[in-house]
């Protein structure tokens, strides 16, 4: 079956160091990916969106690494923050189509 | 960045009545947009693409006569819950592309009593 999996587990790091989430996805083939910012009773934001062909993309403190061979994403802040605290949704489209399908997020606590 | 806006951001209704959501696309025009759904801790789950000028594409499990979809324009969606239950109860959600990137409005907390 088709699953896309990010740790549920939230992840407490402290300020100033880095922060890694995992995207993990079985049974599909994307050729793109995508991560977004929720917080609390809001709608996501978009951070950054990598292709099949690309091993990794930058954006400020953002990075982001996609193996499609692993089937892994992995999603990076440097230099955290504790404005950086959130849930980080993954999101892959579903091949021929418009449409992404949602992980279940991680939420990261940064503390001060 | 585009604007994508919802209304009402939250409604309560009693069961068995109607609920309307309208979503927006403040400074582009959108002639799909997409409506999520969201349960608490849970992950956004597509209920349905929203086509102007043509009907809505709903995922498998979504009931199209309970949750009515019209794209009567290039910068508006509607999202009906008809005959709501307490069951209905989510976060929803809607989005649309512009310009290859997907922004989201910012939600609609439906509670029904």
């Known amino acids: 079956s088709q699953k896309i999996e990010q740790n549920s587990e939230a992840l407490n790091i402290q300020e100033g160091k880095t922060a890694t989430l995992t995207c993990n996805y079985t049974?599909?083939?994307?050729?793109?990916l995508q991560w977004y910012r929720q917080d609390p009773g809001r709608g996501p934001v978009f951070l950054l969106l990598?292709?099949?062909?690309?091993k990794e993309k930058r954006k400020e403190r953002l990075k982001v690494t996609f193996d499609t061979t692993l089937k892994q994403s992995l999603f990076h802040i440097t230099a955290s923050q504790p404005a950086d605290s959130a849930t980080y949704l993954c999101?892959?489209?579903?091949?021929?189509?418009?449409?992404?399908?949602f992980g279940t997020g991680t939420r990261l606590k940064v503390l001060a | 960045g585009a604007v994508v806006s919802q209304h009402p951001s939250r409604v309560i209704c009693k069961s068995g009545t109607s609920v309307k959501i309208e979503c927006r696309s403040l400074d582009f025009q959108a002639t799909t947009m997409f409506w999520y759904r969201q349960f608490p801790k849970q992950s956004l789950m597509l209920m349905a693409t929203s086509n102007e000028g043509s009907k809505a594409t709903y995922e498998q499990g979504v009931e199209k006569d309970k949750f009515l979809i019209n794209h009567a324009s290039l910068t508006l969606s509607t999202l009906t819950v008809t005959s709501a239950h307490p069951e209905d109860s989510s976060f929803y959600i809607c989005?649309?592309?512009?310009?290859?990137?997907?922004?989201f409005g910012p939600g609609t907390r439906l509670t029904v009593t």
């Open positions: 989005s649309a592309f512009s310009m290859g990137e997907q922004y």
């Open positions: 999101a892959l489209d579903d091949t021929g189509t418009y449409k992404y399908i």
């Open positions: 990598i292709r099949e062909n690309e």
């Open positions: 049974n599909y083939s994307p050729a793109y």
